[in-house]
């Protein structure tokens, strides 16, 4: 089936530093991807939706800056923490859908982000 | 906007018993889909099961089914001959059918615990 490949699955950076995650769909032309964040023992929050080629929508509240996406190709999405500080600790999760609205959104497996 | 509503923040079964989590919904819209998903301690995202609005008849998978309310916004999931691998986070999703690029929306979850 298809799968969603996300890394790094942990990372642990000193703060200021920038980190880069990337969500690379294997199998399947992701026309769109969404990027979301879960605290510990919450829902996911949608952080912004990309398509392939446009730039990202954000969601309200969410620091377009801080938080910088890049759909560049129809595989892979990254997500981009600039100049992290420890509120930016969390797990990140990345979801990728082919453009048909029947077709399902596949998850990445998440990554870890903890910033010292 | 559509919003998931999960009432129950945690729940518990016995190991073979048969539990069942809620979620209602709010939505003007007429086609949608909606979805279970669990997320184990590992914090993979992993659907369930999957109703599509126009259908009148109850999604199942194995041990899992649904309880589509349509007219009640109500989508309860019945898990029967609970195992212990059923211990997870339950998440509800709805999503839009009208577009290929609007994300998931999720309730706030349900923690299900198995006894043994």
């Known amino acids: 089936g298809a799968v969603v490949s996300q890394h790094p699955s942990w990372v642990i950076c000193k703060s200021g530093t920038s980190v880069k995650i990337e969500c690379r769909s294997l199998?399947?032309?992701?026309?769109?991807m969404f990027w979301y964040r879960q605290f510990p023992k919450q829902s996911l929050m949608l952080m912004a939706t990309s398509n392939e080629g446009s730039k990202a929508t954000y969601e309200q509240g969410v620091e377009k800056d801080k938080f910088l996406i890049n759909h560049a190709s129809l595989t892979l999405s990254t997500l981009t923490v600039t100049s992290a500080h420890p509120e930016d600790s969390s797990f990140y999760i990345c979801?990728?859908?082919?453009?048909?609205?029947?077709?399902?959104?596949?998850f990445g497996d998440g990554t870890r982000l903890s910033i010292l | 906007a559509q919003t998931v509503t999960q009432s129950q923040p945690e729940m518990s079964v016995q190991e073979a018993e048969t539990v069942t989590l809620s979620c209602t919904y709010d939505t003007s819209e007429s086609d949608y889909y909606l979805f279970w998903y669990k997320q184990p301690p590992s914090r993979q995202m992993i659907l369930v099961i999957r109703?599509?609005?126009?259908?009148?008849q109850n999604a199942t998978e194995n041990r899992f089914s649904v309880n589509f309310q349509k007219a009640a916004k109500s989508f309860s999931l019945k898990i029967s001959d609970s195992q212990l691998g059923d211990a997870a986070m339950y998440f509800c999703?709805?999503?839009?059918?009208?577009?290929?690029?609007?994300?998931?929306?999720f309730g706030k979850g349900t923690r299900l615990s198995v006894i043994a």
């Open positions: 979801s990728a859908r082919f453009r048909d609205y029947n077709q399902p959104q596949h």
């Open positions: 199998d399947f032309q992701a026309t769109t």
């Open positions: 999703a709805y999503r839009t059918q009208n577009s290929g690029n609007t994300p998931l929306v």
């Open positions: 109703q599509e609005a126009y259908k009148q």
